[in-house]
């Protein structure tokens, strides 16, 4: 392969029958990067500084317009989730920068996370590899939620943080990077999303 | 006489009224947020629902579905109607302003902010006299515009 950037190789995971049935344009998309996460290099903290500067308040009232976050709202809706008390992703991520006054950067890989994120529009999750059986699928939960799983169960709740003991870790050499796609929002957005994360992991050396 | 064994058992698929109903819920939130966006810069609109429990991520039954639906769409009605009214203020607040920047003289200290004609920015409209205590004796009065908001304390 040539190239500075690898051709992120993502995967289509399974989605449950009665989950199918339900919202048959859900997707979930996967790419498996050979690497961990590491501390955050200082030209990701520029772009984080650049993507802050770049986004205003009105930008995150736009954003409840805009297609691909609005996307988002409406699925939140759909599986009982009110977005006004949890955020979407993007939302979130635009209250907490009027809030702190910029993007902050945490690691690499949430920092990568976040730009694809902020660019984008569309949220996408980690789990350590090396834990989770490939490939992973979107089910029910015992309990009745949505959640995203692997052969073993459920990993994460559909839209939450990864359940403790599957997320990345400094130990971790080999991520999988997912992404829920939701009716509305064009596989090229995602595809987008997946380079973009995987430009800033890579360029990170 | 036939005799019938038994009442033949009949179930109802709710797939499609729950994709119906999933679908007109996606309508009224873009709709409830469009209104939200189009009242900027505006403050004071309300969109969000009522808080109710919320059990995860799940797939909503078609009773919640519908509840979902008749609250959103009574928050869309209840946006519009104060949106429209904010509007119709506004109208009236604009012909005012007019009528003061025409005769100032019938407007004596009649003030109109900014945000009352739906507009952004602090700006306050203002009939004052011309030469303070010399314009009020001779009636000399003027619409001023004051500018900037006040520094945060």
């Keep these: 392969m040539e190239g500075d950037l690898d051709e992120p190789l993502l995967a289509e995971g399974w989605v449950a029958d009665q989950v199918r049935d339900e919202f048959p344009e859900l997707r979930l998309r996967t790419m498996a990067v050979e690497r961990g996460s590491g501390k955050t290099p200082p030209e990701v903290r520029d772009r984080l500084r650049m993507l802050s500067d770049r986004f205003r308040g009105a930008q995150a009232i736009a954003l409840r317009r805009s297609p691909i976050p609005s996307a988002y709202r409406v699925f939140f809706r759909q599986v009982g989730l009110d977005p006004d008390t949890t955020r979407t992703p993007v939302e979130e991520a635009a209250v907490r920068r009027l809030v702190k006054g910029a993007f902050e950067a945490t690691n690499l890989l949430d920092d990568a996370l976040l730009i694809a994120l902020v660019e984008t529009g569309i949220p996408l999750w980690a789990v350590d590899a090396g834990r989770a059986r490939e490939p992973l699928g979107i089910g029910t939960a015992p309990d009745g939620r949505l959640a995203v799983c692997d052969a073993d169960g459920p990993l994460a709740t559909l839209f939450g943080p990864v359940f403790e003991g599957y997320g990345v870790t400094w130990d971790t050499t080999r991520m999988l990077i997912y992404t829920v796609q939701v009716p509305g929002v064009p596989g090229i957005f995602v595809d987008e999303a997946m380079w973009t994360c995987l430009g800033v992991l890579q360029d990170a050396g | ?153």
């Design chain 2, 1 to 153: 006489m036939a005799v019938v064994a038994g009442t033949p058992r009949v179930r109802v698929d709710e797939r499609g009224a729950r994709r119906n109903l999933r679908e007109q819920v996606a309508r009224l939130e873009r709709e409830l947020q469009h209104t939200l966006v189009s009242a900027f810069p505006r403050t004071g609109m309300d969109v969000s629902l009522t808080p109710a429990y919320s059990a995860g991520p799940r797939v909503l039954s078609l009773g919640e579905l519908e509840d979902l639906r008749d609250r959103l769409s009574s928050k869309l009605a209840q946006a519009r109607a104060q949106l429209a009214e904010r509007a119709d203020q506004e109208e009236r607040n604009r012909r005012l302003l007019e009528r003061m920047l025409l005769e100032p003289g019938k407007h004596r200290f009649v003030r109109i902010a900014n945000a009352d004609l739906g507009e952004g920015g602090c700006g306050v409209w203002h009939v004052r006299p011309r030469l303070g205590l010399i314009g009020m004796l001779c009636g000399w009065w003027q619409v001023k515009l004051s500018s900037g908001c006040p520094l945060a304390a």
